[in-house]
């Protein structure tokens, strides 16, 4: 089971998974999430949703680091603005204004538990970024926020949504370094995955 509601999030962690599970995509109870890191966290909700659905379940949780942002708690990216996606991203632009470091790098964890058990668990960091000054709408797509802010030095200070899909790949590699984790580990445990 795909343990996320967020879109985007949902088609990285099925393709991440596909080679060795067939996913499914269910209505989750609401769950509290709790831990002192991503993977942390990650694994706790990998938990729970495994032992509610009787089964596999993948999850992950993530989140931005941003150093220019001193009472910035990474851990609550999501959550750190009550609303939708238009007012977090007006309420972080209001936070960052005359901020002069922009710099901005995004954590992902991910976690595979069976009926409440972890099995396998890891995190990694994406590319660096900065984040922009003002917000375009056309640079934005639900369940991806705060991509919408973001832009790149490596390709010409695009914004992500201006990426080529080569671009996007790289500036989105930890879910390349999730699958590359998970493929190996699963390579080199099988009997971990016939459970």
């Not at 060795?20 to 269910?26: A, G, Y």
Request: net charge positive; glycine share 4%.
């Amino acid at each position: 089971m795909i343990a996320s509601a967020n879109p985007h999030k949902q088609k990285k962690l099925r393709e991440i998974v596909k080679d060795f599970f067939k996913p499914v995509i269910l209505d989750l109870p609401k769950i509290k999430e709790t831990g002192q890191t991503f993977r942390e966290t990650a694994e706790n909700k990998a938990k729970k949703y495994s032992k509610w659905f009787k089964g596999w379940a993948v999850a992950t949780d993530a989140g931005a680091r941003i150093p220019g942002l001193k009472n910035w708690n990474s851990l609550r990216t999501q959550r750190f603005s009550q609303g939708g996606d238009l007012k977090k991203i007006n309420t972080l632009l209001k936070m960052m204004k005359n901020k002069k470091n922009r710099d901005i790098f995004w954590d992902e964890a991910l976690a595979l538990a069976y009926k409440g058990k972890i099995i396998f668990s890891t995190q990694v960091s994406a590319l660096p970024a900065k984040l922009q000054k003002s917000f375009n709408s056309e640079n934005y797509e639900k369940g991806h926020w705060l991509d919408s802010l973001c832009f790149f030095p490596q390709f010409g200070n695009k914004n992500f949504f201006n990426l080529t899909p080569k671009q996007k790949k790289s500036a989105e590699n930890s879910w390349t370094k999730l699958k590359k984790k998970f493929v190996d580990f699963s390579k080199k445990n099988p009997s971990r995955l016939n459970i």
